[in-house]
């Protein structure tokens, strides 16, 4: 594991480590405030991994046609701070210091519209699908970054899209390891 970090790798809310592949679907906090993480999960189709469509769904161009099950995609605006692949690799979408447009109806300890708040991470795959080693290593690099960046992110404040919006969001499922990821966190 890494070492704790002592600098930021943030210029203007843009990780410095991260492809940039910009999305038009966000606007500005209604306070500056990043006081929260939320986790989620994605795959387009559903449980297939290294495809283009998640790109072209937060840059607001996805062939609705490519897929039957990309139907319900048309014309919908939606986006993520950032995506970790399979592999690891890591893109970001929105500046952090913007709002994204990911958590949707939220509420966090009484709070509502969590995106006016949050930064999300998107990891590639489905409830029920292991997510891979290069994929919690990135994730627990990628959150203490942010944890330096944006210090109100503490431990209690990182949740699934699960918890923010229950009954009717379950990312990042079953198949994601908390108890890995958050010991992983405190041990490196």
């Known amino acids: 594991m890494t070492s704790k ?3 930021t790798v943030f210029n203007q809310g843009w990780h410095c480590n991260a492809l940039q592949c910009l999305s038009p679907h966000f606007n500005q906090r209604p306070q500056a405030e990043v006081s929260l993480l939320v986790i989620h999960n994605i795959s387009l189709p559903a449980g297939c991994f290294g495809l ?3 790109d072209d769904l937060f840059k607001g161009c996805i062939d609705v046609s490519a897929d039957p099950s990309f139907k319900d995609l048309q014309g919908l605006t939606v986006s ?3 995506l ?12 952090c210091d913007d709002r994204a447009w990911h958590a949707g109806v939220s509420n966090f300890h009484g709070r509502e519209n969590c995106n006016d708040f949050a930064i999300g991470i998107e990891l ?3 409830d029920d699908v292991a997510y891979t080693d290069k994929q919690y290593q990135q994730l627990v690099s990628l959150t203490q970054q942010i ?3 944006y210090p ?3 431990l209690d404040r990182i949740v699934g899209h699960c918890d923010i919006a229950p009954g009717r969001k379950t990312d990042p499922g079953d198949s994601f390891d908390w108890q890995r990821y958050r010991q992983d966190l405190t041990n490196s």
């Open 147 to 149: 944890q330096l960046q």
């Open 124 to 126: 590639e795959g489905t």
């Open 52 to 54: 283009p469509y998640i």
């Open 152 to 154: 109100m992110i503490s």
């Open 5 to 7: 970090l002592t600098s």
């Open 80 to 82: 993520a701070h950032f």
């Open 84 to 95: 970790i692949r399979r592999d690891g690799s890591l893109t970001q979408y929105v500046s």
